[in-house]
Structures are given as structure tokens and as C-alpha cells.
């Protein structure tokens, strides 16, 4: 079935069907016409969305998970607890289909494949079947993409955005409010692994010709089509037998953090232009030594 036709399609109220894409361009603080701000590191906020795909589409049911650099990064880890993080608001559905983009950091990797196994079969949501699709080459268009130009509307609206609570109150006032927005916290951020064996893998098709991909409750099998319209799935045993079917603990035992003296500037060169009440979020970022900057 093509993004069209789910879009079209009538979905029962125990299926889950939406859009999922990351964008990461959004730089804190944000203050047109200061010409300091272009010359300053800021930190990077994420924003994964799952948008609804179907009928039903115009219901308050788009989730927006938000989260910045000093909380987490983008590793697969990472971008996994977010995918987690919205599956979790959707605990009683019993089908999911997400269309996704090709991307293989993102939404096609063995870390998110093996940890969405581990959820499906978990008993922490009422989900018989994860679905993964895939768009195809050229494909340029999904809701997603339309509640993020939504979401950079409202910024442009709103013109300053100092601190994050401010981003995320964006996201939520965005897209006639059609939007739960779910922050990330360093305890939602866990520790998922990739638990594929490469032994058993050696002779299967590669991830990237995969168009869709399914995990099924009580199953340790992935399920893929190497087209839309195969008629069947195909089955594969992918995971290492010593790999435990678990939730694991955090992946830090606190945020993240940003580089102190990236810290440092902000607070020296933008923190005199915002008001009192947003210089609080920028004094009490943690900072690390070990960090990559994601700007």
C-alpha cells in the first residue's frame, strides 16, 4: 500500500498509522536582527515528529517529541529513545505503521530494529506488530514535513525564541495546536543496543533494499518486503541468541551537557539581550568535557 493510499484509508482506532521525521536545524537561541547571535555557538534542538497519516489526521494526535544537545544527541541510541519515547504515549494501540524516510542513522539500523523487538514483545504497550515503510526514491512530500514548515511559521511569527521552554511552547502553539508535545528527559533516554548477528545476516538482503520492515509480538524475527507490493513477508532470524529481549537501564546516569565554553559565550554575548527569566535555563545547562558539539 502506497503513503497515499494510508492516507486515504480509514484506519480502525486500534492502529496507529503516521509520518516520522527529525528535524534538527533549530538553533537556540534565536534572535533575529542581532547580528551577535550568527557569530555564536548555541546548542542544536531536536524535534522528532510523528505526524497522523489518514482521515483522522486532523485530530490532536501528532506527537512531537523535543529534546536539546544538553539533554542528548542524535546517535542511533539516541534517536531510538525518541521512537520509544512516542511509542509509550501510544501504549493501547495494538498496530503500528510509521512511514519513514531512508535515512540509515535514523530509520533503518539494527540498534532501532532490535530495540523496537525488544518493545513489541515488552509489556509495557498493548502492540502486536510495528511496521517501518519506507519512501522510495523521489518521493518528496508526508505530513511530517508539513507540521515542521508549521512549526518554523510560528518561529517566524513569534520572532525571538530565547530559551527552550520557549521552543517547545512553539511547537505546541504551532499547527493549530493540533500537537502533543512530549519533552525528552535524560531518564527517556536509554541505553538500546544493536543486537543483530552478523552470521545470520550475511546472506540476507542488505537493510537498504528493504521497503518495509515488521516486528511481531512473540517473535525475535524481522519481517521485510523488499518492495511495496510484495504480497508477502519475508522472515528473518537476525538476532544474536544471547541478546535478551529487555528494557535496559539509562543510557547516562545525567544529561549530556554542551561544552563549557560554548556555555560560557552564550551567556556572555546573549544572555545581556533576553530577559531575566530566560537567562535561568542557559546559567544551569550542564557542561561536559567528552561531548561532540552538534552544531
Not at 536509554?190 to 540476507?204: I, P, Q
Request: some cysteine.
Amino acid at each position: 500500500m502506497s503513503y497515499q493510499a494510508d492516507a486515504e484509508k480509514d484506519w480502525p482506532d486500534d492502529t496507529l498509522v503516521k509520518s516520522v521525521d527529525l528535524q534538527k536545524v533549530i538553533m537556540l537561541p534565536r534572535i533575529p536582527g542581532l547580528k551577535t547571535t550568527i557569530f555564536t555557538k548555541r546548542i542544536v534542538a531536536f524535534h522528532e515528529t510523528f505526524a497522523s497519516v489518514g482521515k483522522k489526521k486532523n485530530k490532536k494526535n501528532t506527537i512531537s517529541v523535543v529534546w536539546h544537545e544538553g539533554t542528548a544527541g542524535q546517535s542511533s541510541t539516541e534517536i531510538t529513545s525518541a521512537y520509544v519515547t512516542a511509542l509509550q504515549k501510544e501504549r493501547d494501540k495494538r498496530h503500528t505503521i510509521f512511514w519513514v524516510d531512508n535515512c540509515s542513522a535514523q530509520n533503518k539500523n539494527w540498534c532501532l530494529l532490535s530495540s523496537l523487538v525488544c518493545l513489541v514483545n515488552g509489556d509495557t504497550t498493548s502492540m502486536e506488530d510495528i511496521t517501518l515503510k519506507y519512501f522510495e526514491k523521489g518521493h518528496t512530500f508526508m505530513s511530517a514535513d508539513s507540521f515542521h514548515h508549521g512549526v518554523e511559521q510560528e518561529m517566524r511569527n513569534r520572532g525571538v525564541v530565547y530559551d527552550f521552554e520557549d521552543f517547545v511552547n512553539v511547537v505546541a502553539s504551532s499547527n493549530s495546536r493540533k500537537v502533543e508535545v512530549v519533552e525528552m528527559k535524560n531518564a527517556d533516554v536509554l541505553n538500546w543496543k544493536d543486537g543483530h548477528s552478523s552470521t545470520k545476516t550475511k546472506k540476507a538482503p542488505n537493510l537498504s533494499k528493504m521497503s518495509v520492515i515488521q516486528l511481531r509480538r512473540g517473535s525475535r524475527s524481522m519481517f521485510f518486503k523488499l518492495t511495496h507490493a510484495d504480497a508477502h513477508f519475508n522472515e528473518l532470524d537476525f538476532l544474536l541468541t544471547r541478546f535478551e529481549l529487555k528494557v535496559p537501564s539509562v543510557l547516562r546516569p545525567h544529561d549530556r551537557g554542551i561544552e563549557e565554553a560554548k556555555k560560557n559565550d552564550i551567556i556572555k554575548k546573549l544572555c545581556p539581550f533576553m530577559p531575566l527569566s530566560r537567562r535561568a535555563f542557559w546559567c544551569s545547562l550542564p557542561v561536559s568535557d567528552v561531548v561532540e558539539d552538534e552544531e
